[in-house]
């Protein structure tokens, strides 16, 4: 069974960066697509970037200029770098599979920006 561990969250003033990542593990990783998700009080879940294993890209355009998602198949990790964060950006951010059905939720990691 897959298991997804997110890390790297916390709390930052506006125009701040942060680096998240999620180590899965599990042999599936290599061959999925994986994306990093935000769940926002009050708000849906979101599906905010996402990196096939090929390397191609998705942005959801809230974030599109401001982050940049990669992935290391050999570590079986995927990263996301958060810079010029806003107030808006505040959730708890997950990684799961980027397309299809998605696999059991880890914790997350909150990420608060202040302004």
């Known amino acids: 069974q897959v298991q997804l561990v997110e890390s790297g969250g916390g709390l930052v003033q506006a125009g701040g960066s942060l680096r998240l990542s999620c180590a899965a593990s599990?042999?599936?990783?290599?061959?999925?697509?994986m994306g990093w998700y935000r769940h926002a009080p009050g708000k849906q879940r979101e599906l905010v970037a996402r990196?096939?294993?090929?390397?191609?890209?998705n942005y959801a355009d809230s974030v599109k200029g401001r982050v940049i998602i990669s992935r290391d198949n050999t570590k079986n990790t995927v990263l996301l770098q958060m810079n010029s964060l806003k107030p808006e950006d505040t959730a708890v951010y997950y990684c799961n599979r980027g397309w299809g059905i998605t696999l059991p939720w880890g914790q997350g990691t909150q990420v608060t920006v202040s302004s």
């Open positions: 599990g042999s599936i990783f290599s061959t999925s697509g």
């Open positions: 990196i096939r294993s090929g390397g191609t890209t």
